[in-house]
C-alpha cells in the first residue's frame, strides 16, 4: 500500500463533494453538537466522590485541554472537507501510511467511545422519565430476566425493564427526529437547546453572584482522604479523574464532524468548533465549582449523584437561586439536557460509522444514505449496539472500554495533525492552528493522554485498559472481513480518491 499526495487524490476544497448536502451553517452545527455541554453534570458526583475537593481543580484542568485541543481539531478537518465524522476520520489519512490496520484503530475507538456515551445518557434519559411520569405505574415496575450468563461470564445478565424500554424509545426518538436530514435535526436540537441550555447555565452561574457560594465547603482542599498529591497514591487519583473528566470535556470536537455538510466550511468549520467549545467549557468550569460551593461534598457524594441522577441536587440548586417554583421543571430540563447530548451522539456516531464504511474500514452496508442523505444505517447500527448495551445494564467494564477507546482516538488525532503538516505541506487548509501547538503543544497532549490510559484507567474500572484493548481487537477482526474477504484486499475507489491509497 502507498499514499499519494493529497493535491493528486484532491482531498482539498477544491476536491469531490462527498455524498452529503451542504446545507447548514456553523451556528446550526453548533445547535446539533450543543449536547456536548450538559455531559458535566452527569459526573460531577463520581468525580467528587473519587477526589473529593480537588475534583473542581481537575475539571479546570481538563477543560483548559479540552479548549486547546480544539484548534487541533479545527486544523485537521479543514484538510478534508470532503469527508464527515469525528476527527478520527481525518486523521486515519495520517495514520493509514503507517499501516492499514491504524485506521480501523483510530476509527474504530473513537465510534465505540462516543456510542458508549451514548448508552449512558439514553439509559438516564429514560430513568429520568419513568421516575417524573410513571412513578407507581405496573410499567414502572416491570422487570425480565431473559438471559442470565453470570455463571458462565459474571456480570453478564440480559434484562428488560422499564427503564431499558423507555431509554430505547428515546433513541427511537431521536432517530425519528435526524432521518429527514441535518438541517431540520439542527432546527429541532436549537428549540431543545434553548430550554434546556440556558436555565442550567443560570443555575451554575447565578450562584457566582447572589451570595449563595459557601467558600467553606472547599476546604479543606485536598484529595479524598487527604492524600499526598505527589504521592503516588495522589498522582494515581489525579490520573483517574483527568481520565474519567477527559470523556466529558473533550467533547467539544465533535464540532468537526459536519464539515461536508457546510454550505462554507471554510468560514464554518473554526467558528463551529470554537463557538461549541466555548459554551462547553463554561459549563465544565462553573458547573462543577457552583455544586461544590452551593451543595457541599456531603451532598455530591450521596449514591444517587454519584451514580448520576442529578434530579434531587440539581433541584435543591435551584430552590436555592430561584425559589421552590424553580425545582418543580428541573427533571424536565435534565430530560430535554439528555435527549439534546443524545441527539448530538447520535449524529456525530452514525456519520462516523457511514464515513469509515465509505473508506473501506466498517462494514459496508454502513455508507447508505437516505434521500435526505441521512446516514441511516449508521443509526440503526447505533440503536442496535445501544440496545443491546442497555440490555446488559450498560456494565462498567463497557464504559470502562469505552472511555479507554475515546481517549485513545484522542490522542492519535492530536499526533495525526503534525502529521498531516509534514506529510502534505502545500495542501490548502480552511484553519492553521500556531505552530507550537501542532509541533509541541499536540503531540505533548497525545503523550499525556495515553499516560492517562496507562496510569488513570484501572482507577475508573479494575482491567479498564484490557477491556479497551479487546474492543480493538474486535474492530480490526470486523476490518479483515471487510478489507480482505468482502474487498479483496483493494480499498474502495471512494477511498482510494479520498485517502490516496492505491
Same mark, same amino acid.
Given at each position: 500500500?502507498?499514499?499519494?499526495?493529497? !493535491?493528486?487524490?484532491?482531498?482539498?476544497?477544491?476536491?469531490?463533494?462527498?455524498?452529503?448536502?451542504?446545507?447548514?451553517?456553523?451556528?446550526? *452545527?453548533?445547535?446539533?453538537? =450543543?449536547?456536548?455541554?450538559?455531559?458535566?453534570l452527569?459526573?460531577?458526583?463520581?468525580?467528587?466522590?473519587?477526589?473529593?475537593?480537588?475534583?473542581? +481543580?481537575?475539571?479546570?484542568?481538563?477543560s483548559?485541554i479540552?479548549?486547546?485541543?480544539?484548534?487541533?481539531?479545527? !486544523?485537521?478537518?479543514?484538510?478534508?472537507?470532503?469527508?464527515?465524522?469525528?476527527?478520527?476520520?481525518? *486523521?486515519?489519512?495520517?495514520?493509514?501510511?503507517?499501516?492499514?490496520?491504524?485506521?480501523?484503530?483510530?476509527?474504530?475507538?473513537?465510534?465505540?467511545?462516543?456510542?458508549?456515551?451514548?448508552?449512558?445518557?439514553?439509559?438516564?434519559?429514560?430513568?429520568?422519565?419513568? /421516575?417524573?411520569?410513571?412513578?407507581?405505574?405496573?410499567?414502572?415496575?416491570?422487570?425480565?430476566?431473559?438471559?442470565?450468563?453470570?455463571?458462565?461470564?459474571p456480570?453478564?445478565?440480559?434484562?428488560?425493564?422499564?427503564?431499558?424500554?423507555?431509554?430505547?424509545?428515546?433513541?427511537l426518538?431521536?432517530?425519528? +427526529?435526524?432521518?429527514?436530514?441535518?438541517?431540520?435535526?439542527?432546527?429541532?436540537? %436549537?428549540?431543545?437547546?434553548?430550554?434546556?441550555?440556558?436555565?442550567?447555565?443560570?443555575?451554575?452561574?447565578?450562584?457566582?453572584?447572589?451570595?449563595?457560594?459557601?467558600?467553606?465547603?472547599?476546604?479543606?482542599?485536598?484529595?479524598?482522604?487527604?492524600?499526598?498529591?505527589? /504521592?503516588?497514591?495522589?498522582?494515581?487519583?489525579? *490520573?483517574?479523574?483527568?481520565?474519567?473528566?477527559?470523556?466529558?470535556?473533550?467533547?467539544? !470536537?465533535?464540532?468537526?464532524?459536519?464539515? /461536508?455538510?457546510?454550505?462554507?466550511? %471554510?468560514?464554518?468549520?473554526?467558528?463551529?468548533?470554537?463557538?461549541?467549545?466555548?459554551?462547553?467549557?463554561?459549563?465544565y468550569?462553573?458547573?462543577?465549582?457552583?455544586?461544590?460551593g452551593?451543595?457541599?461534598?456531603?451532598?455530591?457524594?450521596?449514591?444517587?449523584?454519584?451514580?448520576?441522577?442529578?434530579?434531587?441536587?440539581v433541584?435543591?440548586?435551584?430552590?436555592?437561586?430561584?425559589g421552590?417554583?424553580?425545582?418543580?421543571?428541573?427533571?424536565?430540563?435534565?430530560?430535554?439536557?439528555?435527549?439534546?447530548?443524545?441527539?448530538?451522539?447520535?449524529?456525530?456516531?452514525?456519520?462516523?460509522l457511514?464515513?469509515?464504511?465509505?473508506?473501506?474500514?466498517?462494514?459496508?452496508?454502513?455508507?447508505?444514505?437516505?434521500? %435526505?442523505?441521512?446516514?441511516?444505517?449508521?443509526?440503526?447500527?447505533?440503536?442496535?449496539?445501544?440496545?443491546?448495551?442497555?440490555?446488559?445494564?450498560?456494565?462498567?467494564?463497557?464504559?470502562? *472500554?469505552? =472511555?479507554?477507546s475515546?481517549?485513545l482516538?484522542?490522542?492519535?488525532?492530536l499526533?495525526?495533525?503534525?502529521?498531516?503538516?509534514?506529510?502534505?505541506?502545500?495542501? !490548502?487548509? %480552511?484553519?492553521? =492552528?500556531?505552530?507550537?501547538?501542532?509541533?509541541?503543544?499536540g503531540?505533548?497532549?497525545?503523550?499525556?493522554?495515553?499516560?492517562?490510559?496507562?496510569?488513570?484507567?484501572?482507577?475508573?474500572?479494575?482491567?479498564?485498559?484490557?477491556?479497551?484493548?479487546?474492543?480493538?481487537?474486535?474492530?480490526?477482526?470486523?476490518?479483515?472481513?471487510?478489507?480482505?474477504?468482502?474487498?479483496?484486499?483493494?480499498?474502495?475507489?471512494?477511498?482510494?480518491?479520498?485517502?490516496?491509497?492505491?
Amino acid at each position: 500500500m502507498s499514499i499519494s499526495s493529497l !493535491e493528486s487524490s484532491q482531498i482539498s476544497a477544491a476536491g469531490p463533494q462527498s455524498e452529503m448536502r451542504r446545507v447548514i451553517t456553523w451556528k446550526d *452545527a453548533f445547535w446539533i453538537t =450543543a449536547g456536548a455541554s450538559p455531559w458535566v453534570l452527569f459526573s460531577i458526583g463520581a468525580m467528587a466522590d473519587t477526589l473529593g475537593t480537588a475534583s473542581v +481543580l481537575v475539571w479546570a484542568i481538563s477543560s483548559v485541554i479540552g479548549f486547546v485541543q480544539l484548534f487541533l481539531y479545527a !486544523e485537521l478537518a479543514g484538510v478534508f472537507p470532503n469527508k464527515t465524522g469525528g476527527g478520527s476520520v481525518y *486523521a486515519s489519512v495520517a495514520w493509514i501510511k503507517y499501516s492499514k490496520f491504524f485506521a480501523p484503530i483510530n476509527m474504530g475507538a473513537y465510534w465505540f467511545g462516543t456510542s458508549t456515551s451514548l448508552t449512558v445518557l439514553a439509559s438516564l434519559c429514560g430513568s429520568y422519565i419513568v /421516575s417524573a411520569f410513571l412513578q407507581g405505574t405496573s410499567f414502572a415496575s416491570f422487570s425480565v430476566t431473559l438471559l442470565d450468563l453470570s455463571s458462565v461470564l459474571p456480570g453478564i445478565v440480559f434484562q428488560l425493564n422499564a427503564t431499558i424500554i423507555t431509554g430505547i424509545l428515546v433513541l427511537l426518538f431521536v432517530f425519528a +427526529l435526524q432521518h429527514t436530514g441535518i438541517l431540520r435535526a439542527a432546527k429541532i436540537q %436549537h428549540i431543545i437547546a434553548l430550554f434546556a441550555l440556558i436555565p442550567l447555565v443560570l443555575i451554575a452561574i447565578v450562584p457566582l453572584f447572589n451570595g449563595t457560594i459557601n467558600y467553606a465547603n472547599f476546604t479543606p482542599f485536598e484529595l479524598k482522604g487527604g492524600v499526598d498529591w505527589f /504521592s503516588k497514591e495522589g498522582l494515581t487519583l489525579l *490520573a483517574g479523574g483527568l481520565f474519567i473528566a477527559g470523556w466529558s470535556t473533550y467533547g467539544a !470536537e465533535q464540532a468537526v464532524s459536519f464539515v /461536508s455538510e457546510f454550505k462554507d466550511p %471554510h468560514r464554518d468549520n473554526i467558528r463551529a468548533i470554537v463557538s461549541t467549545g466555548l459554551i462547553a467549557f463554561v459549563c465544565y468550569v462553573v458547573l462543577p465549582f457552583t455544586f461544590l460551593g452551593v451543595l457541599g461534598l456531603k451532598t455530591l457524594t450521596q449514591p444517587d449523584f454519584v451514580a448520576g441522577y442529578t434530579q434531587q441536587a440539581v433541584s435543591d440548586l435551584a430552590t436555592i437561586s430561584f425559589g421552590s417554583k424553580a425545582a418543580e421543571v428541573v427533571t424536565i430540563v435534565l430530560i430535554l439536557a439528555l435527549l439534546l447530548s443524545v441527539g448530538t451522539l447520535l449524529a456525530v456516531s452514525s456519520r462516523t460509522l457511514y464515513q469509515g464504511s465509505v473508506d473501506g474500514v466498517f462494514p459496508k452496508f454502513l455508507s447508505r444514505l437516505n434521500g %435526505h442523505r441521512a446516514p441511516v444505517a449508521g443509526m440503526w447500527a447505533d440503536i442496535v449496539v445501544n440496545g443491546v448495551l442497555m440490555l446488559l445494564g450498560a456494565p462498567l467494564f463497557v464504559l470502562a *472500554a469505552g =472511555a479507554v477507546s475515546y481517549l485513545l482516538s484522542i490522542s492519535m488525532d492530536l499526533v495525526a495533525v503534525r502529521l498531516l503538516r509534514s506529510q502534505y505541506p502545500t495542501s !490548502e487548509r %480552511h484553519f492553521r =492552528a500556531p505552530d507550537f501547538l501542532v509541533n509541541y503543544v499536540g503531540p505533548a497532549l497525545a503523550l499525556f493522554n495515553l499516560g492517562l490510559i496507562l496510569f488513570g484507567a484501572n482507577t475508573f474500572a479494575p482491567n479498564a485498559l484490557f477491556y479497551g484493548l479487546g474492543v480493538l481487537v474486535i474492530v480490526v477482526l470486523l476490518f479483515v472481513y471487510r478489507h480482505y474477504i468482502v474487498d479483496r484486499g483493494e480499498w474502495p475507489e471512494r477511498a482510494k480518491r479520498d485517502l490516496g491509497v492505491q
